[in-house]
Structure formats: structure tokens, C-alpha cells
């Protein structure tokens, strides 16, 4: 379980986030929407462990543990992910080295490559050159290798072009367990319970909801949560009458 | 000969182009006699761990010839496989009309004081050929290793890869476990003939206040390949080197590759240059160099003098304990029509790729040291597997010693 309570952080001088209180259960996923620079990418930064972003108040506690100033990569060996939306590129490393850091024993890189149609970049420097669709298919590679437990994922969708949403998605959905081609006997009760991976997503576009089910939708507008509620219908709402009325509607 | 000495004699006090100046007369060059080996297993254990560490295999598996010189001896001198040649250039000047034609054909002898002492004190070295035709499969080793105390030792070499023929060579220069202070000074002649191919991979081990002054310079005729790798990661006090490739004939290729590091203490002057003198023909310099403290000026130089050739240099250099990097490229065009590039960095480890990949799991320090790791991995196309391995485990034991 992520908990996350009366959360303060700061860039620099600037207060990104207030007083923020979250909540993830083992085995939920939950979407995070929000107007650019509301604050969404440094919630996730911060939950990851990332030093530039100052936590000035509350605490970060995962798995019953107190990570608030945990260092990123015991972070990472709790079992925390991320997916990025601009990694940056380390020359000389190669895709394939990336993805066994990450998995941290022999894996069979190929194989899982193979799913999110990679295999052609394995031998390419990390991130050299690579689209946005190309960025989000090895951020999912190395999450799949490295099989945490709470994934969070920054517009995964963004700069994806249509014929590679429906792989990224089903991806995803597959790592946090919410593939429901799996097992088909199983019943809605039966699965949630079987789930044990969270999740935390943030949708620009929401196109990710066609793929990925989400137990909760919640709204950060300038830096403050501001509401909870099913998923679609919070999107539904930003579409309709953009974030400043569905933000004023739900409080 | 004679008139190589007189010419040598005249330049005996004449100073480097570039480079600090080394007193001559504070080494000792007098012969140093090591028995020779049949065998290389009968070598110390010291030493041959030693000469391991310069990409030297003492069982010669996966090799196809070897030569060993300790200080002033030649230690061990064959080729396994038939079309190679592998002779002390002693004997194959006195006893080769061909060796003679090729000595002192591309450096000039009274260059400067250094390539004076060659010829005045020759020290041996040695000659590698790979006759027409002959496909050299597995690469040729060669050593050049330094015992005593405070000697200067002068080699000569030539290596030669005659028509259509395909040749690798490794070279490990290493100095004793216990040894403190000396001189290299090393000629280096290649002769790449026509649709020949010839890659020279030379690893460094040195020891703290020792002086290297290598010479080399080669020639790629039409359709040949020259590949000259150099690697140098261990302390030296300082070395200056600026081997130097024509290409005369059409389509001839060469590329360069060096990986510097800069201990302290140690001065690195580090160059290429390359003629591009014939259309068609190809050059790539690339260097990578990272300071640990010491000082590393890396230089690249291409001169293109025919319409149409295509030439490139890219030196990157990493701070990583102080110290300095000095990176000089330059390009000159001396005709239209010439496409020549180059780019040139110096900066420190980024801190978004540490946080990158403690995210996935490492430490600050495995994290740095994979992105070192990851700067000092080129790609050498052509390069054979066994050399590229004797690569990565220089820079694999070098890592670790910056880490």
C-alpha cells in the first residue's frame, strides 16, 4: 500500500504541492488528472524519490514503511517504478543492458522485448533518438523486467500514434494484473482480489482509460488535490467543462 | 644506413614539435639480455600477468602469432599460421632486401630526438607481415615490455598487410611490477597495400614516471582499411604520441579510436592525423577521454585534398576528479567539394542519468560507474571479437580503479 499524507513539496524556492493526502490499496490503480503544471509529474517524481523536489512537510509511507527520505534506488528495490516521459539518454549503454539492470537476474531480454515490439532496439543506446512511441515502449520494457510493485506511469499515452495505443495500453493493463483475457472464469471479485500491483497514471488525454481499468480518478489543480471519483466520470466532466468547473463542481 | 645515422646525428638534440622535453641523457640504454622462450608459460608469473593485462595471451590460444620483446631482448618471435610473418627487425633488416625498403619510409628519421635515438640505438622490435592474399584469422600479439629500471628502450616496427590481405594485430606495451621510471620510444610503420585490411589495437600499461614517445605513421592504398585503436588507461607520467595516416589510393578507409585516461599525475598529448589524398577515401577519428585528476589534451587533425572525400572527428571528454581535458580538432579543406565534420565535448556525468538509473535499482556508484562504462564503449566496426574483448577488459579493469 502507497500512502501518501499532508504531503509539502517544494522546487527550489517554488511550492509545487500542498497539503497532499492519497491513498493506494494493494491491488488498485489510480488515474491522475490535471491541467499542465498543476503538479502531477512532481507528485510522481517525489513518491520516486527524486532529490531536486524538497519535501517541506508530511510523509511518504509504502508498504508500512516510512520512504519519505529513502534514497530513489531503495526505493526502487521496495519495489517502486516509473515510467518516464523523457528519460534522458546514457550513450554507450545499450538498450539490452538497461532492461537486465532493471530486471537484476538472467532474463530472457528478447522474449520480453518481443512484446512491446523492441527486439530491433535492444542493440541501440538507451534512448538515443528514440519518438515519443519509442520512449514509452522501452520505459514499459524495463518496467516489465523489473516487475514492481507500484508502477507509476507519466502520460503514457503521449506521443504514442494510434497504431501503438492499443499495444501501451494492454501492456500496462497486463502490469498492474488487470488483463482480464487472463482467465476469463475468473469473476470481478475473484480478480480483484488475485491483484496485488498498484498503480498511478497520469492521463492527458485519457485515451489510456479505453485499456486500462482504474479503480479512482482524482484531480490535482494548482498543486491541490481536489477530487475523487470514478475515473471516466472525472474525465467525462474535465471534457465537458474543462478542469476549473470540474474542480469547482466536485468540491 | 650510413645515411640514415648521419641524418640521425643531426637531429639527436632536436626537440619535439609538441610534447614536454625529456632529458636523454637521464635513462640508460645500454642492451639488457633476457634468454629466449620457446615456450611463454616459461615467463614469470608476474610478468606474464602483466603482459595479460596489455591483451597479451601467454597459451597463444586464439592467436596466430606472437612477439615478445623484454627491454632490449627479443624474448619470443613466431607465426602459426602460414602467409603471416613475424621476425625481430634486426634480423629482417639484415636479412630481408624488402624489410630494408620498408624502414624509415613514412617516419622521418630525424623527425626529432626520439626518432634519432631509434636509429642510433635500435632496441629491436618488430616486423609483421601478412603476405598477398592471406587472410590472418586469428589476431598476432605483440609486447613490448619494459624490466629495468630507468632504461630507455628505442623499437622499431613494421607492419605490413600486402595485397588483399586481412591482418589484426594486437600490441600490449607493459612495464615490470616493480618498475618506477623509464622511456618508450617506438616507430611504427604501416603499410596497408591495395583491398587490404589491417587493424592495429595497442593497449597501454604503464607505470607511474614513465616517458612514452611513440612515432607512426601509415599508408592505406586504394580500397585498403586501416584500423588503429589505442587504449590508455593507467598512469604515465607523460606521453605524446600523433600517428598519422595517408590515404593515397581510391576508396581508402581509416579510422581511429582512442580511449584516454587521465590519472593524476600523468599528461596525456594524444592526436590523429589524417591525409585524405585520393577521391573516395573515407576518415573517422574518434576519442574519448576522461580526466581523473590528470591532464589529457586530445587532438585530431584532417586534411582533405581532394573533392568528393568524407572525413569526421568526435572527441569526447569527461571530468571526473578534476584534472583537464583539452580537446583540439581541426579540420582543413584544401580544395572544393570536401565534406568534413567534427564535434567535440567536454563535460561532467549528467546527474538525470545517475537518478535514472538508481531508479531502476543502482547505486549512485554502480550507476556511475555504468555510465562511464557506457562512454568509454565505442563501437569499432571490423574490429575482430577477441580484440574487441581485450577492450572491454581494459576498460572494465581500468573502471574499476576510477571508481
Not at chain 1, 474543462?242 to 468540491?251: D, H, L
Not at chain 2, 595497442?202 to 585498403?224: F, K, L, T
Not at chain 2, 580526466?291 to 572525413?311: C, F, H, M, T
Request: hydrophobic share 40%; aromatic share 6%.
Amino acid at each position: 500500500m502507497l500512502r501518501i499524507e499532508d504531503l509539502q513539496v517544494k522546487i527550489g524556492d517554488h511550492e509545487v504541492l500542498k497539503h497532499i493526502d492519497l491513498e493506494i490499496k494493494q491491488g488498485e490503480t489510480h488515474i491522475l488528472f490535471g491541467p499542465n503544471g498543476s503538479g502531477k509529474t512532481t507528485l510522481l517524481m517525489t513518491v520516486m524519490g527524486y532529490p531536486q523536489y524538497t519535501v517541506t512537510a508530511g510523509n511518504i509511507f509504502f508498504k508500512g514503511e516510512d520512504i519519505t527520505n529513502l534514497p530513489l534506488n531503495e526505493r526502487a528495490k521496495m519495489g517502486i517504478g516509473m515510467s518516464y516521459q523523457r528519460p534522458p539518454t546514457i550513450h554507450g549503454l545499450k538498450t539490452r543492458q538497461m532492461v537486465e539492470i532493471c530486471a537484476r537476474e538472467k532474463i530472457d531480454v528478447a522474449d520480453l522485448a518481443g512484446k512491446v515490439n523492441f527486439t530491433d532496439f535492444l542493440e541501440r543506446d538507451i534512448n538515443a533518438g528514440f519518438s515519443g512511441g519509442e520512449i514509452k515502449r522501452s520505459e514499459l520494457l524495463q518496467l516489465m523486467a523489473q516487475d514492481p510493485d507500484l508502477l507509476l506511469f507519466d502520460e503514457p499515452e503521449s506521443g504514442v500514434d494510434l497504431e501503438n495505443i492499443a499495444l501501451i495500453g494492454n501492456s500496462i493493463s497486463r502490469l498492474l494484473q488487470r488483463d482480464f483475457h487472463v482467465d476469463p472464469e475468473m469473476t470481478q471479485k475473484q480478480k480483484k482480489l488475485a491483484r496485488t500491483k498498484m498503480g498511478l497514471i497520469i492521463t492527458h488525454t485519457g485515451f489510456i482509460l479505453d485499456y486500462v481499468t482504474a479503480d479512482r480518478g482524482q484531480v490535482l489543480y494548482d498543486g491541490v488535490m481536489s477530487c475523487k471519483s470514478n475515473p471516466q466520470e472525472i474525465f467525462n466532466c474535465i471534457k465537458k467543462m474543462g478542469y476549473e468547473e470540474c474542480v469547482r463542481c466536485s468540491n | 644506413m650510413l645515411e640514415l645515422n648521419k641524418k640521425a646525428e643531426q637531429a639527436k638534440e632536436k626537440k619535439a614539435a609538441i610534447g614536454p622535453d625529456i632529458d636523454l641523457t637521464s635513462f640508460t640504454s645500454e642492451q639488457v639480455s633476457h634468454g629466449y622462450l620457446e615456450d611463454l608459460t616459461q615467463l614469470p608469473d608476474e610478468d606474464r600477468s602483466r603482459m595479460i593485462q596489455s591483451g597479451v595471451d601467454a597459451s597463444e590460444s586464439g592467436r596466430s602469432g606472437t612477439y615478445i620483446q623484454m627491454d632490449t631482448s627479443v624474448v619470443h618471435a613466431h607465426a602459426k599460421q602460414e602467409g603471416l610473418q613475424v621476425i625481430p627487425i634486426k634480423q629482417a633488416l639484415r636479412e630481408f632486401e624488402w624489410a630494408r625498403e620498408y624502414y624509415w619510409k613514412l617516419v622521418a628519421v630525424d623527425a626529432d630526438k626520439y626518432t634519432a635515438q631509434a636509429q642510433l640505438n635500435l632496441h629491436d622490435g618488430y616486423v609483421i607481415r601478412a603476405l598477398p592474399g592471406s587472410k590472418v584469422i586469428y589476431p598476432v600479439q605483440a609486447c613490448l615490455y619494459i624490466d629495468k629500471e630507468n632504461l630507455s628502450q628505442h623499437v622499431h616496427n613494421l607492419i605490413i598487410a600486402e595485397e588483399g590481405a586481412v591482418l589484426h594485430v594486437i600490441t600490449g606495451c607493459a612495464t615490470g611490477p616493480n618498475l618506477k621510471r623509464g622511456l618508450h620510444v617506438g616507430i611504427s610503420e604501416f603499410f596497408v597495400k591495395k583491398n587490404a585490411t589491417l587493424s592495429f589495437t595497442m593497449i597501454h600499461n604503464w607505470a607511474e614516471e614513465m616517458m612514452v614517445r611513440p612515432r607512426s605513421v601509415g599508408v592505406v592504398e586504394e580500397g585498403g582499411l586501416f584500423l588503429n585503436n589505442y587504449i590508455c588507461m593507467r598512469p604515465v607520467k607523460s606521453l605524446q604520441m600523433y600517428p598519422t595516416t595517408h590515404l593515397v589510393g581510391k576508396g581508402a578507409v581509416s579510422r581511429f579510436y582512442s580511449l584516454l585516461v587521465g590519472s593524476p599525475g600523468s599528461e596525456l598529448d594524444v592526436g590523429g592525423r589524417i591525409f585524405l589524398k585520393a577521391e573516395d577515401t573515407r576518415a573517422e577519428i574518434i576519442a574519448r577521454a576522461i580526466s581523473n585528476g590528470g591532464r589529457i589534451i586530445s587532438r585530431g587533425d584532417l586534411i582533405g585534398e581532394v573533392p568528393g572525400v568524407k572525413a569526421h572527428l568526435e572527441c569526447r571528454g569527461l571530468m571526473l576528479k578534476g584534472g583537464l581535458i583539452h580537446a583540439i580538432p581541426e579540420l582543413r579543406g584544401t580544395v572544393d567539394g570536401v565534406e568534413m565534420s567534427h564535434e567535440a565535448a567536454v563535460g561532467k556525468i549528467a546527474q538525470d542519468e545517475i537518478l535514472y538509473l538508481m531508479s531502476r535499482g543502482l547505486s549512485e556508484l554502480e550507476a556511475t560507474s555504468t555510465i562511464v562504462r557506457g562512454f568509454l564503449s565505442v563501437d569499432i566496426p571490423g574490429l575482430p571479437p577477441q580484440l574487441k574483448a581485450e577492450i572491454d577488459r581494459a576498460v572494465e579493469m581500468s573502471e574499476k580503479e576510477l571508481m
